[in-house]
């Protein structure tokens, strides 16, 4: 089982994300924690949101205050629907977050059934959970899951991968040649990409691009591939070095024999629809290019953005350093094309389903009242240890502009308050 955690700041868009799913019959809500249910069963990004709104108005100093978490069973593996809510509750639980607010949705739009816990990082006092190791537990609590409801293990050899680090060249230090030839040997081995694009984004994390050479000689067609060194810039500081100097493995011809078997290999990797949503996910969740990369670093996946001379975003790539592998933004998905984010971050049209586009609620009140009162309900929740003076920051159901609101209280935060 493969867990992704989100970190983010944007409450709205992580629950509009999943009750897109929902309200589309891709997905249902397994559970509630610490959240009250409705009269009728049913309900809506704003009634979700207002149930965050104690917690997100508590903040003292934390920056990002969305947890957006991600569990994805083997495609191989029949879980069902009380197990996903134990195994959601078990990992909350052992992660710190079992006495906060979050909601458990099960997604069902692609082929790895899975579910998408939002929650935050805030508790009710406003101070923060902490948050260190998060992703060493995560994994060990992953690995016991696996073995308590029989799941298919994350193989050793993907973890492996994900732990293999190549150090990027620096020409100031000298050698030139030997710095590539550490890297282009030996990362086939560990990665897999289909076309020299995909290729040269991989070889950017570490200062090193490649180009083909198409030409004739003697009458005969000459196909090869030369390496160069980059600086931090992206400019090329070095002479070119042939392919030839570096092994086999380097050359044009068993490149493409790798880029043919990755193919194959990526068709029916899991990773793919995960990365997919954790895409989609950070387009719903971040503002602008620089936001939306973070995110996704975050999470061990680096992005790549290829632009011309104009400025136009011609290509987007994306590393999954967890599952070694390395996608074109239109291979995860048709709609995930690099004019996409050309028309958003160029052109300033994002992506991003509007509330009142969705077959959500639309509205800034509450549509499916709580079969208790939300201010009654939190404060008997947490009666022993808070002030109650902070629920009159929770807006009345009625008549107010719950995003107007919100949008105070985070202005107030700005000015009164340090981030750290």
């Known amino acids: 089982m493969i867990a992704k955690i989100g970190k983010g700041s944007n409450m709205y868009g992580a629950i509009l994300y999943n009750q897109q799913k929902v309200e589309k019959e891709n997905g249902a809500v397994l559970l509630l924690n610490k959240i009250p249910d409705t009269v009728d069963g049913r309900y809506s990004v704003a009634y979700f949101n207002k149930c965050f709104e104690p917690y997100l108005s508590a903040n003292i100093r934390t920056e990002k205050t969305v947890r957006h978490i991600s569990l994805n069973p083997d495609p191989k593996d029949k879980v069902s629907d009380e197990q996903f809510s134990e195994m959601a509750q078990e990992y909350m639980k052992r992660m710190g977050y079992g006495n906060q607010p979050y909601i458990v949705f099960k997604h069902t739009d692609i082929d790895r059934t899975h579910i998408h816990i939002v929650s935050t990082c805030v508790g009710i006092d406003g101070k923060k959970i902490p948050d260190d190791y998060d992703h060493p537990r995560s994994m060990a609590i992953c690995r016991d899951l696996e073995t308590k409801y029989n799941l298919h293990k994350a193989t050793e050899q993907e973890q492996k991968q994900a732990d293999k680090i ?218 022993q240890s808070l002030d109650l003076g902070l629920f009159s920051l929770l807006p009345d159901a009625q008549g107010v502009d719950y995003e107007e609101e919100q949008f105070a209280n985070r202005m107030k935060k700005k000015v009164n308050k340090p981030k750290v």
Not at 173 to 193: E, F, M, T
Not at 339 to 350: A, Q
């Open 166 to 383: 190549f150090k990027p060249v620096n020409h100031k230090n000298g050698d030139i040649k030997s710095q590539i030839a550490s890297v282009v040997r030996h990362l086939p081995k560990y990665y897999q990409y289909t076309s020299i694009g995909t290729y040269n984004a991989l070889l950017s994390f570490v200062n090193i691009t490649a180009e083909e050479i198409k030409g004739e000689r003697n009458g005969e067609p000459v196909h090869g591939l030369v390496y160069f060194a980059l600086n931090d810039k992206g400019e090329k500081v070095s002479n070119p070095f042939k392919a030839s100097l570096f092994g086999k493995d380097a050359g044009i011809a068993q490149l493409q024999k790798h880029f043919e078997q990755s193919k194959e290999k990526m068709k029916t990797n899991p990773a793919r629809s995960v990365l997919k949503n954790v895409v989609e996910l950070a387009i719903h969740t971040t503002d602008n290019e620089k936001e939306f990369k973070q995110q996704l670093a975050e999470q061990n996946i680096q992005t790549v953005v290829r632009r011309n001379d104009s400025g136009r975003i011609y290509g987007i790539t994306f590393i999954d350093n967890g599952s070694s592998t390395v996608w074109n933004g239109s291979q995860l998905d048709r709609n995930l094309s690099a004019n996409l984010f050309n028309e958003w971050w160029n052109n300033g049209n994002k992506p991003e389903l509007k509330a009142q586009d969705s077959p959500v609620s639309n509205s800034n009140t509450i549509d499916h009242q709580p079969t208790k009162d939300l201010f009654e309900f939190i404060s008997q929740e947490h009666s």
